[in-house]
């Protein structure tokens, strides 16, 4: 602003003040039309589920009764139907992505590190109702016939591989998020490393440290923050996937200790349920369910891009 | 590039807007699904200004969307309840369409024979309380067929259904122990099993999945090739469903039929009735604020109860009786 | 000594390695999957496909040309409500001081970015099906643009960002009202990179299935106007692959190949547009 009023020669006058005070406020409209779009989500969201949170109270959270005949609703068994794919997706992704990052950022020759990133990002723009057809028809089987089984064989006296084997179930959502999710740990993660500055790098070579330890040692933690945030930004996704996980988790609204039983996440009942749910009560409760969902989300971004933030900064002031 | 661009935006917009002159949405019921939207492709072939859009997304949602009056009407396999009516914005009628029948349909590598399922296998089989193939209750009913020593994979319905309805309805008829500890109804608390999304989604569980037994409409097992079972009836023989035993156990119903047409005919009397047979409604609002969308669906009830019933046998449903039909018609004046 | 070193140098090599393992393993997982729906897809692709109407179950040859016209339509519609919105906020946060305000929509345009497309289909469905009382084409598509939204609006302020400074003081000192030179100077030096944000947002949206399951609905024939329930590619796919005839899986198989083919030639298209690679945005 300074500068434009410092150039501004008053020749043409009034004209291009009025032109440009219009201009403003055109554009701050449509630029609070998010703000409103944004409160107007988070009010709807509030007051179409005021049935269910005036009945059940925080208790919601905490119910594993899902009954729509009875109208007892709880928000439990999806909670942790979210929670459990969503963490082993990531326990799936993030080493993968965290190695694959170090190989895009610190051995690739540049061009060969943008073209490889380049198809590891069209991962990301596939759409999640294509995962679930690819799911269903190739994935299910595979992990029916052969991965399953082999994982009750070897290890099913835990209790995490307990139970009849139907192929769709926690663990086989858990791998189709992964694949869904590994491109961002990736190109953010790769971001953060290639922020590093060369000095740092540069230094613990001088050290004597092979490659690997420069790298695993120095420049890592040096761009851990936006590496943990393309980690929390990947769990945001993972929480929100809706119809590749419908196609694979067998929806069934109960809390299973085991991988290989079927389960359901928030995203996926309402997808399913919500155009059948008769009654103010289990339709406020699956709106509840979605400001759940909401409020997680928001959350977890949230952290994920201050961490991101912090770690472009700070690699831009050390440079 | 932009202009072109435009250009086509205008054509599909024109396109599309004048395709048809009437749309009537509705939604519901999967179990009488393919007939539908058979009859209404058809209706539509030969009044093309008619495009009466049905969308199968389950009983449930046929009911909700009516009671939200997001669609003109609704279809559903079980009956509203009192309830449910009371909470409707409008009056609406019970239309029965046709009969249809529910059969466990199951995928048993090695077993090329028809099951054979008692009302106690069936219920066991749902409560958890059978759960391999090669129980004794299963061997008993079956002899002469080798039954692998697997784990049964229960397959229901995972949205609100009219079909669990007519389901779940026979096996708290012949179970007191369902019948008190899950109930009958479009959607309950099942013990054991994984969810598919409407006949549609359980009959794709079923094939996909080995050793799998799940229960859907008829026709979907039929069209697509699948295995299912007969079931033993209240008169102690094992019958497959099909459009003669699906037509006898509405034989007593059809004589004495309520004046809303709410009435279920499961584990009907009769030696060769099927006892999981269930007549399936279309829930059409009494008056429409849109005197063309009501003239549309009148006419295609009006055919539906004429010429579309000719089709039923053929799509392995049941036309309905002729008592039915007549008390039908006189119903359907009353819409205005 | 040289023990030591021999363990370091062998983990170093086998780490490394294994970081070039992981990354040829992603790598491939996109080729397996383009592979996977060429294969199944190409094969039901024929001329039923894009001409015909969906038939009843069981009966063949249908198509879904419905759902390709009805999902131009729909992200048609979404583009012209979502991309001029977007596209001046952008305008908005890059070239008029503001800091607070403008902090303000930049996090809550990220969160709505990051917000699961379900959730945004519960708002259009509050909003726009229960009062109109009925499922409609532009219920669905407010619900996409809602989506798109929050996409061009970074891509705009961050390519607006980098065009120089130079640039807008020189057409300040000749004379040009400040909104004069953002559209006659500023936009068309940074349209690159927001051609390229709306062309990738576009494609993002048109894929989505989530937020059209309860406002577009469906519709087995051509929709009557955007008033009424429409078909869409994304939502066809989904119900006919979760049936289990193997015609309807033939067909989920085409449409994915079609989707995926849309998607990806607006991706490349876009990243050739712009002539240098970009990151996935952050956010």
């Known amino acids: 602003m300074a500068t434009v009023a410092a150039l501004q020669v008053p020749a043409t006058g009034g004209r291009t003040q009025t032109g440009d005070v219009i201009a403003r406020w055109v554009a701050f409209a449509f630029a609070a039309s998010i703000l409103i ?69 610190e051995l690739a020759p540049a061009r060969l590190s943008s073209a490889l990133t380049f198809l590891i990002e069209l991962l990301a723009a596939i759409p999640s109702v294509i995962y679930g057809v690819l799911a269903i028809f190739t994935l299910v089987p595979l992990m029916r016939t052969t991965i399953e089984p082999f994982l009750k064989s070897y290890f099913g006296y835990l209790p995490l591989f307990k139970g009849v084997v139907f192929g769709v179930d926690y663990l086989t959502a858990a791998v189709v998020l992964s694949v869904m999710t590994i491109p961002f740990v990736i190109s953010v993660s790769r971001e953060s490393l290639l922020a590093v500055p060369r000095e740092q790098r540069e230094a613990a070579l001088a050290l004597g440290a092979t490659r690997w330890e420069s790298t695993w040692q120095v420049v890592a933690p040096y761009a851990k923050l936006g590496i943990i945030g393309s980690v929390f930004l990947s769990l945001a996704r993972a929480l929100g996937e809706t119809m590749a996980v419908t196609m694979v988790i067998g929806n069934d609204p109960a809390i299973h200790a085991s991988l290989l039983a079927p389960g359901y996440t928030i995203a996926a009942v309402v997808a399913n349920e919500f155009s059948e749910a008769t009654g103010k009560v289990y339709q406020s409760a699956l709106v509840e369910l979605g400001l759940v969902l909401f409020c997680l989300t928001i959350v977890i971004n949230a952290l994920a891009r201050l961490m991101i933030v912090a770690t472009t900064r700070k690699g831009s002031k050390r440079a | 590039m932009k202009k072109s661009l435009w250009a086509l935006a205008a054509m599909l917009f024109a396109g599309a807007s004048a395709a048809t002159a009437q749309n009537v949405n509705g939604a519901g019921a999967t179990f009488p699904a393919p007939i539908y939207q058979k009859w209404f492709g058809e209706y539509h072939t030969a009044h ?92 008993k009913d079956n002899a002469g067929v080798k039954l692998p020593n697997a784990d049964i994979v229960v397959v229901h319905r995972s949205d609100g259904s009219g079909t669990t309805f007519v389901w779940t309805d026979y096996l708290s008829k012949i179970s007191p122990a369902w019948k008190s500890k899950v109930g009958a109804n479009t959607s309950v608390s099942w013990p054991v099993g994984l969810g598919g999304k409407g006949n549609e989604g359980v009959a794709g569980l079923v094939k996909q999945t080995p050793n799998s037994i799940g229960y859907v409409e008829l026709i979907y097992a039929a069209n697509n090739k699948m295995s299912y079972g007969s079931v033993k009836n209240a008169a102690g023989t094992f019958v497959a469903a099909d459009t003669a035993s699906v037509s006898e156990a509405a034989t007593g119903a059809a004589k004495s039929m309520p004046a809303d047409f709410r009435v279920s005919i499961t584990n009907a009397p009769g030696k060769g009735a099927y006892p999981i047979s269930s007549f399936t409604w279309l829930l059409v609002p009494s008056k429409f604020a849109d005197a063309n969308k009501g003239k549309a669906i009148k006419g295609f009830i009006q055919w539906m109860l004429a010429d579309g019933q000719k089709e039923a046998a053929a799509m392995y449903y049941a036309p309905l009786p002729k008592e039915v039909v007549a008390l039908e018609l006189k119903q359907l004046a009353l819409i205005q | 000594m040289n023990k030591r070193l021999v363990w370091r140098k062998s983990v170093n090599a086998v780490m490394l390695t294994l970081t070039g393992v992981f990354t040829v393993l992603t790598v491939s997982v996109l080729f397996l999957i383009l592979g996977c729906l060429l294969y199944n897809g190409a094969a039901a692709l024929n001329w039923n496909f894009f001409t015909k109407l969906p038939l009843s179950a069981g009966e063949l040859g249908g198509g879904m040309a419905n759902a390709i016209v009805g999902s131009l339509e729909i992200v048609g519609m979404a583009a012209l409500m979502g991309l001029p919105v977007g596209f001046i906020a952008g305008i908005y946060l890059s070239e008029f001081e503001d800091k607070r305000f403008a902090s303000a929509v930049r996090f809550v345009a990220d969160l709505l970015n990051g917000m699961p497309s379900i959730v945004v289909g519960l708002l259009a469905w509050s909003l726009l099906v229960v009062s109109m009382k009925g499922f409609s084409a532009i219920a669905g598509s407010f619900a996409l643009s ?32 400040k909104w004069k ?87 490349i298209s876009a990243r050739f547009v712009l002539a240098r690679g970009i990151s996935v945005p952050r956010g």
């Open chain 1, 37 to 105: 779009v944004a409160a107007l989500l988070v009010h709807q969201l509030w007051a179409s589920s005021a049935e269910t949170r005036h009945k059940f109270g925080w208790g919601f959270l905490t119910s594993s009764q899902w009954n729509p005949v009875t109208e007892e609703f709880g928000a439990l068994p999806f909670i942790y139907g979210t929670v459990v794919t969503s963490f082993l997706a990531l326990l799936i992704s993030a080493p993968l992505g965290l190695g694959a990052a170090i190989f895009l950022a």
């Open chain 2, 48 to 139: 093309p200004a008619i495009a009466i859009n049905y969308q199968s997304l389950g009983s449930g949602a046929g009911i909700a969307q009516l009671t939200a009056a997001t669609v003109d009407f609704g279809a559903s396999d079980m009956p509203m309840t009192d309830d449910q009516i009371s909470k409707l914005p409008m009056k609406a009628f019970h239309f029965p369409t046709v009969l249809g029948a529910v059969v466990p349909t199951y995928n048993v590598p090695g077993v090329t024979q028809p099951l054979k399922f008692s009302p106690e296998t069936l219920s066991g089989i749902f409560l958890g309380s059978i759960t391999k193939w090669n129980d004794p209750k299963l061997m």
């Open chain 3, 146 to 177: 809602v989506m798109l939204i929050p996409i061009v609006t970074r891509q705009t302020e961050q390519f607006l960002r980098e065009v120089p400074q130079s640039l807008r003081e020189g057409a300040l000192a000749l004379g040009a009202s």
């Open chain 3, 181 to 267: 030179t953002i559209a006659t100077v500023v936009v068309p030096a940074g349209s690159k990179g927001i051609l390229t944000g709306m062309i990738l947002g576009i494609a993002r949206i048109s894929g989505e299935a989530a937020p059209l399951l309860f406002t577009s609905l469906n519709n087995q024939f051509w929709g009557g106007g955007v008033m009424q329930p429409t078909a869409s590619l994304p939502v066809m796919i989904y119900y006919r692959a979760l049936s289990a005839y193997d015609d309807w899986h033939q067909q989920a198989w085409a449409a994915g190949l079609v989707l995926i083919a849309l998607v990806l030639v607006a991706n």
